[in-house]
């Protein structure tokens, strides 16, 4: 009888997925889900409700057409010191998740091992069993989360072929240093690695220093896959709008696999995204001076109610030590926080493939700002 693959079974909804529901079932506020629920830069919609009727509506060329591939090379040369051939080492795609599966169906085998930093983005493992690759889990330790040359090493087997590097990190928010990468780059040339970087969060980020990319640091440049998306930097995921970046060799493959598994992303979409990708400075820091906002503002609530939120460096996401409720697991954390604050949270096992030290749940805040206020005095009062 025709059923799931064997690769398939023992997938399921995702714990992120399941909290939104138990959301909407209770009336809850969702800071589990990172819907992006802030606007798109107002001149962007202006300009796409003026000019989609002559957009081209289309296929595209596989690799995206020029105006994008053009304005990605451009902007990544511009924020993140990376110099690619827009013709050649460019490649658009259906988000970043689909730039992520165009690489690893391209370049890896089933079977193949895939080093993954633990706490990671919880798709990933979805994404190598559906392909049928080897999660291989490097365990970081809160608060700091730092990658060590050590770690990385003592979990390399002998199916390893490949990394992903998530920076800035979710759920953590961790944004790796030059030297952590730098122990990233020794350990992939000792091993000949493949590395697979997320940079999704890469123009959402608190501090002075800028985005370090990858691909700039040691050698790691002649063996990384850059992937990235319009989504988080122009609030638009809905789009389902990315990209992958890297050496002509390894982007020949990669385009024939994002051809072979969605032809192209929407064209209209790729004509205004061109525009999105060149907006000006300024557009970039008002998104980090709002989201350092919102920021603060979750932040407070969760201390505010005892607990104890991380300080991320990038991204939308704050991850809380629940300790102080008394539980031993991020689920329970959940269930505490449901019930009594009526505030819905992620547990922090749905970033791990071993159980955390410690009950993270992870918080989103790319919300409202009034969402912000009532989920913080909800936590206030609950806990």
């Not at 072979?260 to 004509?271: G, I, K, N, R």
Request: contains cysteine; aromatic residues 8%.
């Amino acid at each position: 009888m025709i059923g799931a693959a064997a690769r398939m079974r023992n997938l399921q909804e995702s714990s992120i997925a399941a909290m939104t529901v138990r959301c909407q079932e209770l009336g809850a506020i969702n800071i589990a889900q990172g819907l992006c629920q802030v606007p798109p830069p107002p001149s962007l919609l202006a300009e796409g409700a003026r000019d989609f009727r002559d957009f081209d509506h289309s296929y595209s060329a596989p690799g995206g057409i020029a105006a994008f591939r053009e304005a990605v090379a451009d902007k990544v040369k511009k924020y993140s010191g990376l110099d690619v051939d827009p013709a050649t080492q460019v490649v658009a795609t259906v988000g970043a998740t689909g730039a992520l599966m165009a690489t690893l169906t391209a370049l890896l085998d089933p079977g193949d091992g895939v080093l993954l930093f633990e706490p990671f983005y919880g798709n990933y493992p979805t994404a190598l069993s559906v392909l049928g690759l080897r999660p291989e889990p490097v365990r970081l330790f809160g608060p700091g989360f730092e990658v060590t040359e050590d770690a990385l090493r003592s979990a390399v087997t002998r199916h390893t072929r490949a990394m992903i590097v998530c920076t800035p990190n979710n759920p953590s928010g961790r944004r790796l240093t030059e030297a952590e990468l730098m122990a990233v780059s020794a350990v992939a040339e000792e091993h000949d690695l493949l590395v697979v970087t997320d940079e999704v969060y890469e123009d959402i980020y608190f501090g002075p220093a800028p985005h370090v990319a990858p691909a700039t640091v040691g050698d790691l440049g002649r063996r990384t896959v850059t992937v990235s998306s319009l989504g988080k930097s122009f609030s638009v995921p809905g789009w389902r709008l990315g990209y992958a970046c890297g050496p002509e060799r390894l982007m020949n493959a990669v385009r024939v696999a994002a051809e072979s598994l969605v032809v192209c992303p929407p064209v209209p979409l790729q004509e205004l995204g061109a525009r999105a990708l060149r907006l000006n400075d300024d557009y970039f820091r008002g998104l980090r001076a709002m989201y350092d906002r919102k920021r603060r503002m979750l932040t407070e609530g969760f201390a505010a109610a005892g607990l104890s939120p991380n300080e991320p460096d990038g991204s939308y996401y704050l991850f809380v030590d629940c300790s102080a409720l008394g539980v031993t697991t991020g689920a329970e954390a959940t269930d505490v926080l449901l019930r009594r604050c009526l505030v819905g949270t992620v547990p922090g096992e749905s970033f791990y493939l071993n159980p955390p030290d410690r009950p993270y749940v992870r918080a989103c805040f790319s919300l409202p700002d009034e969402v912000i206020a009532d989920a913080a005095a909800r936590l206030a009062r609950g806990v």
